[in-house]
């Protein structure tokens, strides 16, 4: 199984912060990797395929990038929704895998 | 655009069968390439656990192969997840979700939480 490793676990941070989450696979995973937030009691919700493809109707403060084995995602200018827990996610070879999530809160 | 809804009961007897079934509205079923199931438990991170092709062809998380079947009805529009001998760990949001594209699951239902308890 392919293992994804997220740092930092927990970040705090102030509206207009820039912010940059990063994402460890186990092994090269190619651009095979997805990003999604959740915010509590809500669904995850896509935010980046392919490593660096934002998601339609995703706001473009959100970017992603990486391959092989390294992948960040950067929020350039965080906003009042966008504190949630972010995950990512392999999509190279089953059985799928998720990161263990990174918290974004309020400092 | 596709919308996911997850029915089922919420409470199930440990041992006993957990049962789901994803209803796909605003499209065909056929529209994605493939779907899977993904939970939560309470206060963790997320697991998929399973998904299956358009083909049929189904892929489970290592942990659960023994106990999991996911299938596909086309002529009902929706998807379902049978997990059985269910315990204490079994309790979670389950969600169920589409996959779009690089594979990634870009719709999700709204989620569905069961607990196992007697």
């Known amino acids: 199984d392919i293992q994804l490793t997220q740092s930092p676990s927990s970040v705090s941070a102030s509206m207009g912060d820039r912010v940059t989450i990063t994402c460890r696979a186990s092994?090269?995973?190619?651009?095979?990797l997805a990003w999604y937030h959740q915010k509590p009691g809500e669904a995850p919700k896509l935010l980046i395929y392919?490593?660096?493809n934002l998601q339609s109707g995703v706001p473009s403060r959100f970017s992603g990038s990486g391959s092989g084995t390294d992948f960040t995602l950067t929020i350039s200018s965080l906003q009042p929704e966008d504190f949630a827990t972010y995950y990512c996610?392999?999509?190279?070879?089953?059985?799928?895998?998720f990161g263990p999530g990174t918290n974004v809160d309020v400092k | 655009q596709v919308q996911l809804q997850e029915s089922g009961p919420g409470l199930v007897k440990p041992s006993e069968t957990l049962s789901l079934t994803c209803i796909v509205s605003?499209?065909?079923?056929?529209?994605?390439?493939?779907w899977g199931w993904i939970r939560q438990p309470p206060g963790k991170g997320l697991e998929w656990i399973g998904s299956?092709?358009?083909?049929?062809?189904?892929y489970y998380t290592p942990s659960l192969t023994s106990r999991i079947t996911i299938s596909l009805d086309a002529s009902k529009n929706h998807f379902s997840l049978k997990l059985n001998s269910v315990t204490a760990a079994d309790t979670a949001l389950y969600y169920c979700?589409?996959?779009?594209?690089?594979?990634?699951?870009?719709?999700w239902g709204q989620g569905t939480m069961v607990t196992i308890s007697s």
């Open positions: 605003g499209s065909s079923i056929s529209s994605a390439y493939y």
């Open positions: 299956i092709y358009q083909s049929g062809n189904t």
């Open positions: 996610q392999q999509a190279y070879s089953f059985p799928r895998t």
């Open positions: 092994q090269g995973i190619g651009t095979w």
């Open positions: 979700a589409a996959a779009g594209r690089g594979d990634s699951f870009e719709t």
């Open positions: 392919a490593a660096s």
